[in-house]
């Protein structure tokens, strides 16, 4: 990552970049062990030492990688809700004649096979992405967390049974189980498509969910809390979520990344969304026969849909770094 | 050692039953599998219903179930509905996807890990940020656009390589759809392997191969590396179930012959022997592989045993 990083000092990399130094690193370890999550966010005092979630914010404010993703993702959602915002035409008002010509004034990426507007489809295929994209990471991480939350704070019978079931998913490879499911569905909409990833993809952040849960259970404070009286229900969501969700958010941001990138593959394939709808894998599916000639239809969504990829990895690689001080 | 296989074994039956009973769940009370029979068109009820007796689909499900798996257990894999035995399809497809995976984890192997160990040992150097943006990168582009870019440069507009693969798919034709494969987790080794040897270059093993006098060389090979490949070993394990069944998208893109190949058009024609029967071998081979993996921990590290 662009923090610049001492040579021989690979622990303490970002002393230079004031990103946080030897002091923060302490700080921020500290506070993970002891946290407080009865106070509520903003206002505490000075001296205190800084929560885990302010020292990363702190730490996100001054990544130039944070700002650049988290502008490019604002302008996608941004363009998913408005799309003719930027462009105003009608991404289904094509003209045949001009099928698989170059660019030309009003129409800066060309046309794609069927004479439709590259330019216009490609910022109306913000939308599928980004509405599978959330929504399937919604879906899993509340699905898988719970579940995960759950499983390792109760442990026994059911932690067994859930965890057998996970393996099971994690044996079916994800584009053969969306081929099967997906093939029989003859819905035009986004949501078979969230549903599947949703069914698919819970185990990754349920197993995640279960490990931190079971680490956080351990602390002293739980212990310290259940010698108090508190009730499962309190000490699970005041004492343990807090101190187990970080982990939960950097996998279902850098997830949510893939997720439309799946959708596209699952698009590319035939059996996501299909046409009339209006995606970055339709139109990278629908203009691959015809790459030779008219390459432009194929470059521009395929583009698109790797900018939107990446700025949700990245998004998620920084606020990794920022919430796991150890990772330094 | 023996018991914990035989644990491990004995683990892997509710996994390998749940999985091949979802899929056959999914492909047989989702679909309709008698309606790829008569092609376009819908089958006549009597027809529909002479099949269904013939093919045993009237009986209940879990029955339906039971029959098929213990059929699979004397290694009969049914029939596909062209009258193909399954195993045949079988015999045709798994070697070239065999052979395009085998390219894969080559290419993860040694690209993946050299690329780790150098920019693990560099780290904040520009090599290390040039490597990682560039894993970043491949990581975002989707295999499909990878690959159908590559096959447009190297392929239409150089023609370095031939754009799409014969059917014997020869090793030499499989070199650029295995680097297309293997792309998404060769970017994940590199970063792996760079996380794993930048977090033990300071350990105390190593400061001491150093302090007596090892030459460079021999410390990262023999000490730094062998220490940090756990991680990269679960990784490549897992990942070989993944690349076999990802390989759907590779082969359509090449046009390869292989499982992903067979299985798509299993999927289409609604062709449910053909689909359970691959998936049910994916399954095994994606177990075995994690099975493997686990007792390849005791070769890379010794303090590691099996109770």
């Known amino acids: 990552m662009p923090d610049q990083q001492q040579p021989y000092e690979p622990e303490r990399a970002v002393a230079g970049t004031g990103m946080g130094g030897g002091m923060d690193l302490a700080a921020s370890e500290a506070a993970t062990l002891e946290p407080d999550p009865e106070r509520p966010d903003g206002a505490r005092p000075q001296d205190r030492p800084r929560s885990l979630w302010s020292d990363a914010w702190r730490d996100l404010r001054r990544n130039p990688v944070f700002l650049v993703s988290a502008l490019v993702i604002c302008f996608l959602v941004l363009i998913a809700i408005w799309p003719s915002l930027i462009a105003p035409g009608n991404p289904l008002s094509c003209d045949l004649a001009r099928a698989q010509d170059g660019p030309s004034p009003g129409h800066p990426f060309g046309f794609d096979g069927q004479g439709c507007d590259v330019y216009t489809r490609t910022v109306h295929g913000a939308r599928a992405s980004v509405t599978v994209g959330v929504c399937a990471t919604l879906g899993v991480a509340v699905l898988g967390s719970v579940l995960g939350a759950l499983a390792g704070f109760f442990g026994g019978g059911w932690d067994a049974v859930l965890s057998r079931i996970t393996d099971v998913f994690f044996a079916i490879p994800v584009v053969l189980g969306g081929l099967v499911l997906l093939s029989v569905v003859t819905s035009n909409t986004v949501w078979p498509v969230v549903g599947f990833i949703v069914l698919l993809g819970w185990p990754q952040i349920y197993r995640i969910a279960r490990g931190s849960v079971i680490t956080a259970k351990q602390h002293d404070y739980v212990q310290a809390a259940r010698a108090l009286g508190a009730s499962d229900a309190r000490i699970l969501l005041r004492h343990i979520a807090p101190n187990a969700v970080a982990p939960v958010i950097v996998v279902a941001t850098i997830a949510l990344g893939t997720y439309i990138s799946l959708e596209a593959t699952l698009s590319y394939l035939g059996v996501g969304l299909k046409p009339p709808s209006v995606s970055w894998g339709i139109e990278i599916s629908a203009a691959s026969p015809y790459v030779r000639n008219a390459p432009h239809a194929l470059l521009w969504p395929a583009g698109a849909l790797a900018v939107t990829v990446l700025a949700f990895i990245m998004l998620g690689d920084a606020v990794r770094d920022a919430l796991d001080p150890k990772l330094r | ?307």
């Open chain 2, 1 to 307: 050692m023996a018991r914990y296989l035989v644990r491990r074994l004995l683990q892997m039956i509710p996994v390998f039953v749940g999985a091949t009973l979802l899929i056959f769940l999914m492909v047989n009370v989702m679909g309709d599998p008698v309606a790829g029979l008569c092609g376009e068109r819908a089958c006549d009820s009597a027809t529909a219903a002479q099949l269904e007796r013939e093919f045993g689909l009237d009986k209940p499900v879990w029955q339906q179930y039971a029959t098929y798996m213990a059929n699979v257990f004397t290694g009969d894999f049914g029939t596909a509905f062209n009258g193909q035995p399954v195993t045949e399809l079988m015999a045709t497809a798994f070697p070239v996807t065999i052979r395009l995976t085998l390219v894969a984890i080559v290419f993860e192997i040694v690209i993946g890990i050299a690329l780790g160990v150098v920019t693990g040992l560099r780290r904040g150097r520009p090599v290390d940020t040039a490597v990682l943006l560039g894993t970043l990168v491949v990581i975002s582009v989707p295999t499909f656009v990878t690959g159908l870019l590559l096959q447009l440069l190297l392929g239409v507009k150089w023609g370095w390589v031939r754009p799409s693969v014969s059917p014997q798919a020869p090793l030499d034709e499989l070199i650029l759809p295995g680097l297309v494969l293997a792309s998404v987790s060769l970017a994940y080794v590199t970063r792996l392997t760079r996380t794993s040897i930048a977090e033990n270059r300071r350990a105390d093993y190593v400061r001491t191969a150093v302090a007596k006098g090892l030459p460079r060389r021999r410390v990262v090979v023999r000490h730094l590396l062998r220490n940090s490949l756990i991680p990269v070993v679960t990784f490549i394990g897992t990942d070989i179930g993944a690349l076999m069944g990802g390989a759907i998208v590779t082969e359509r893109i090449f046009n390869i012959h292989g499982v992903g190949y067979q299985l798509y058009q299993g999927i289409l024609r609604q062709n449910t022997q053909t689909v359970v029967g691959f998936v049910t071998v994916l399954v095994l081979v994606f177990l075995v592989a994690n099975l493997l993996v686990d007792l390849l921990y005791a070769v890379l590290d010794p303090r590691i045993r099996y109770a």
